[in-house]
């Protein structure tokens, strides 16, 4: 399993991830504000169809001595909202990201393990997906490390040179290749 996300449609990239279980430590690490702000962003969920989904994401605090890009400063202390579309604990979970995108998580344990499956769909072009893509990847990054017992990695010099990779990967015409 590749840890760089693939496109799966001309407006979907989706990552896979194989994380420490058990099952229900992850899913919480993606509903809990306190635990999902160590990783990504703080916020709450109303874990129900039509709940409404809140991230804060404050990148700085997960980085350390780093700068934020110039091309990101003005996301610093950015609220996301969304609604939950559909919740099913610990397995499934999608809402609709600053209600035009759309996230899938999807969780299946294997073993001792969990397969983490994230889906963002409805990405309004190819720059947008390349920018979600070298996020997630990042922010997945940080929740692996946090969960095996290690030290994160900085964000922003890793998103940095995850997000030049994707730039690589993802083809002008992001349509899915075989």
Known sequence: MSDYGIVTAPDTVRIERLMPGPIERLW???TESEKRRTWMAAGEIELR???RVEHLFRNSEL????PTPAKY???EDHLSVGRV???D???RLSYTWDETSEVVFELTPQQDRV???VTHRRLPNRGEMVSVAGGWHTHLDLLLDLLEGRTPSHFWS????IEAEYERRIPADPSPRA
């Open 28 to 30: 919480s690490y993606l």
């Open 49 to 51: 169809p039509g709940g």
């Open 63 to 66: 980085t350390k001595d780093e």
């Open 73 to 75: 400063a003005p996301y």
């Open 85 to 87: 579309i559909d919740c």
């Open 89 to 91: 604990p610990p397995h």
């Open 115 to 117: 397969l983490l499956v």
């Open 158 to 161: 890793k998103h940095s040179a």
